[in-house]
Nanobody, 125 residues
């Protein structure tokens, strides 16, 4: 059974930074991809970044490109989301998720098998 636990959320001012962590335990699918998603109140869940576990290929949605960086520490079984230049519109609950992915490219949907419980990010002055 795979478990994902997010941490690192909090309250930050516009322009500030946060680093989210997604710690994985159990046996991840092989090969796998881990994605970061967010959901703001009254809005649909949005895929914002993902990373392929076997080769480190990453992908971002346009709204976070150049501001957010996804990375993975295999030794710690942890995926990070470094968020810089935060804006009020980044306020949301952030989730990480995992799924099997053994084909080219990256998944563009949210059809992931394992999800964390989420961590709140609030950007406000």
């Amino acid at each position: 059974q795979v478990q994902l636990v997010e941490s690192g959320g909090g309250l930050v001012q516009p322009g500030g930074s946060l680093r989210l962590s997604c710690a994985a335990s159990g046996s991840l699918p092989d090969p796998y991809v881990i994605g970061w998603f967010r959901q703001a109140p009254g809005k649909k869940r949005e895929r914002i970044a993902c990373i392929r576990g076997n080769d480190g290929i990453v992908d971002y949605t346009d709204s976070v490109k150049g501001r957010f960086t996804i990375s993975e520490d295999h030794a710690k079984n942890t995926v990070y989301l470094q968020m810089d230049g935060l804006k009020s519109e980044d306020t949301a609950i952030y989730y990480c998720a995992a799924r099997w992915w053994g084909i080219i490219g990256v998944p563009l949907d949210d059809d992931y098998d394992y999800w964390g419980q989420g961590t709140q990010v609030t950007v406000t002055a």
